[in-house]
């Protein structure tokens, strides 16, 4: 069973950047669409970002525009997530996971496989 790993995350103070992967484990897989969601304690999973993976179109969470740039590495099977100019309310567990159907990509049920998560935490 295809799975998903992130790493990247950690502990950075207000205003820095981080950047978080993802890469299938076990191995190669296809699909139309990777995203990114984040849960914070106490919250619902939110949508952050998602790329088309054939033509690399992408989409961003409109609370997180202009901070946000998601990209993908064909070659190394690999989705990043570049966050600029953290602040402590992005705090959370970010996910990445794939989908085969790009027309709902803002939606976490329409994402297939997910990863276990990577802890992103934003000091004030």
């Known amino acids: 069973q295809a799975q998903l790993v992130e790493s990247g995350g950690g502990l950075v103070q207000a205003g820095a950047s981080l950047r978080v992967s993802c890469a299938p484990s076990g191995r190669t897989f296809s699909s139309y669409v990777m995203g990114w969601f984040r849960q914070a304690p106490g919250k619902e999973r939110e949508f952050v970002a998602a790329i088309t993976w054939t033509i690399g179109n992408t989409y961003y969470a409109q609370s997180m525009l202009g901070r946000l740039t998601i990209s993908r590495d064909s070659a190394k099977n690999t989705v990043y997530l570049q966050m600029n100019n953290l602040k402590p309310e992005d705090t959370a567990v970010y996910y990445c996971?794939?989908?085969?159907?790009?027309?709902?990509?803002?939606?976490?049920?329409?994402?297939?496989?997910w990863g276990q998560g990577t802890q992103v935490t934003v000091s004030s």
């Open positions: 996971a794939s989908s085969n159907s790009g027309s709902l990509y803002y939606r976490p049920d329409q994402y297939t496989y």
